[in-house]
């Protein structure tokens, strides 16, 4: 009989089958150092600014094809855009909350300071032609409303998000996890 070394190996765990895919992932293992809860709350917001993200993306096509400035070619690409945006956004802070400096870094660069500006440059250029704030609240619709919370909420979640990933307790988490 032949000996088999696979069989002296311990079975690998499986996740169970109510558990989604990516769940188990967000857990650090038993030999990783917990993620202080300055990070845990970042990437929390960072789902969040994803999630107002879509919202805003489904309100502005809605507003699109409501008034009739949707163009099929342009929905669709802009579409994919926004899509391959937030699938990156999520899977890069999942490498942020398992400890990638990175990711963290990419979070901070990518979507705190240029997120940041293409979230802010079309009120600020409303604001810089001459239009007020009581203009915006006087001529604003359902949509504007949700629009406008929803982007409050966004800018929110992304500066908070970034404040918290270079907290104390967050700063010395990452340089623990990089020497894991």
Do not use: K, Q, Y
């Not at 769940?23 to 969040?48: C, I, K, Y």
Request: net charge positive; aromatic share 6%; charged share 15%.
């Amino acid at each position: 009989m032949t000996h088999s070394p696979d069989l002296h190996r311990a079975p690998r765990p499986r996740p169970r089958p109510h558990e989604p895919w990516l769940l188990p992932r967000l857990h650090p293992g038993a030999d990783e150092p917990p993620a202080p809860p300055a990070v845990r709350t970042a990437f929390a917001l960072w789902l969040t600014a994803v999630a107002a993200g879509v919202f805003e993306t489904v309100l502005a096509v809605a507003g699109a094809v409501a008034d009739g400035d949707a163009s099929t070619g342009g929905l669709v690409s802009g579409l994919l855009l926004r899509m391959a945006v937030f699938s990156a956004a999520v899977l890069v802070a999942v490498r942020m909350r398992r400890g990638a400096n990175w990711a963290r870094l990419t979070l901070a660069g990518g979507l705190g300071v240029l997120g940041t500006l293409s979230l802010v440059v079309e009120p600020v250029r409303w604001l810089a032609d001459g239009h007020g704030l009581g203009d915006a609240v006087r001529d604003a619709g359902v949509l504007d409303v949700l629009f406008g919370g929803s982007r409050v909420l966004h800018l929110t979640a992304v500066l908070t998000a970034t404040a918290l990933m270079f907290r104390p307790a967050a700063n010395a988490w990452f340089r623990a996890a990089r020497h894991h």
